[in-house]
């Protein structure tokens, strides 16, 4: 039940305690079945948790998802998804945090909408953020607290011998900054919304699922769209489409260009930041996602 994607992500993310996790990972799941009177079906692709649809007793078609208790993220997607009150995301159905079990309303059809040609698929975004972003619970932390990846990373590299463009991090730490204190509303975020993270469904046409849960500027949220899906895949007509997604934006959410463009480029840094946390002095690097491209085309556009 454990693939070798999940026990690469988790020990890499969690170290001893996500390997602790994993080991009793079959144990969590019968317990929590019975507790809950579900039966859990075939997991989707795993990747940080284990996630598997599930049938509740009165049949019910449900998402059971388990994650390392204390260091995972559960925490937070707890809270934004009873915020979020099923508009524009599934609903949350019960939730153990120190067990690290959430139960899901499953998203039917379910398809992502990295399967959903563009511009529908940019439109999908569109119309999960117009409801997402309402008053966020105190608990969920101010998308500011990213920018400390940022000084961790100069603070590491200070003299520009580190794997990534000096002027990228050096930019984006600064921009992230200017961005969050002219924010022009404070509201609930989604936090990771990519094309596998909004599903098709029948209550609404699409439902967002897997929120990371931050406070802050709505514009914040374009940002890993520019990038994905197939953030890995560097091909460069995968790049090209950013001008037209972020005019699309710009265009169905009335928010300053601008600010799109600045914040498609801080939130594509932050990935390359957060991936080279891992990287060993001495390892080659060559950029490893497509994050890179769009921030290396969105710097030319900055003011
Ligand atoms: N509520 C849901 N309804 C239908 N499918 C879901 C639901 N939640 C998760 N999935 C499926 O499981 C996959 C992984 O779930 P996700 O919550 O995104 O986990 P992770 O945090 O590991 O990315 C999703 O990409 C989707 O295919
Ligand atoms: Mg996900």
Same mark, same amino acid.
């Given at each position: ?20 996790? =994993? ?7 019968s ?19 284990? &996630? ?26 707890a ?11 599934? %609903?949350?159905?019960?939730?153990d =945090?120190p ?5 899901l ?24 953020? %117009? ?47 200017? =961005? ?6 404070? &509201? ?36 890993s ?44 840094? =932050? ?33």
């Amino acid at each position: 039940m454990i693939t070798a994607a999940l026990r690469q992500n988790v020990t890499a993310t969690w170290g001893e305690e996500g390997a602790r996790w =994993l080991e009793r990972l079959p144990e969590t799941l019968s317990e929590i079945s019975a507790l809950w009177d579900l039966v859990p079906g075939e997991p989707f692709d795993l990747s940080y948790h284990y &996630v598997a649809p599930a049938t509740l007793a009165d049949g019910t078609p449900a998402v059971l998802k388990l994650g390392v208790p204390s260091a995972g993220s559960l925490a937070e997607e707890a809270p934004a998804l009873t915020a979020f009150a099923g508009r524009g995301a599934v %609903r949350l159905l019960r939730a153990d =945090l120190p067990r690290g079990a959430l139960l899901l309303e499953r998203a039917l059809p379910g398809r992502r909408a990295r399967d959903v040609p563009e511009p529908a698929a940019t439109s999908a975004a569109v119309a999960v953020m %117009r409801v997402l972003h309402v008053p966020s619970p105190p608990v969920l932390p101010d998308v500011l607290v990213q920018a400390r990846a940022f000084d961790a990373y100069l603070a590491r590299f200070p003299d520009a011998d580190g794997p990534l463009p000096h002027a990228h991090v050096t930019t984006a730490a600064g921009l992230m900054r200017e =961005l969050c204190a002219s924010s022009p509303s404070r &509201v609930l975020l989604h936090g990771d919304l990519h094309h596998d993270n909004i599903l098709e469904a029948s209550r609404s046409p699409w439902l967002a699922i897997d929120p990371h849960g931050l406070t802050g500027d709505p514009a914040y949220e374009i940002g890993s769209w520019l990038f994905n899906p197939t953030p890995a895949n560097r091909d460069p007509s995968l790049t090209a489409l950013v001008p037209s997604r972020l005019e699309q934006f710009a265009a169905e959410l009335g928010y300053p260009l601008e600010r799109l463009v600045a914040w498609g480029f801080v939130k594509s840094v =932050l990935s390359d930041v957060w991936t080279a946390e891992s990287w060993v002095r001495g390892a080659t690097w060559s950029p490893v996602s497509r994050a890179h491209d769009v921030a290396s085309l969105l710097l030319a556009q900055l003011p």
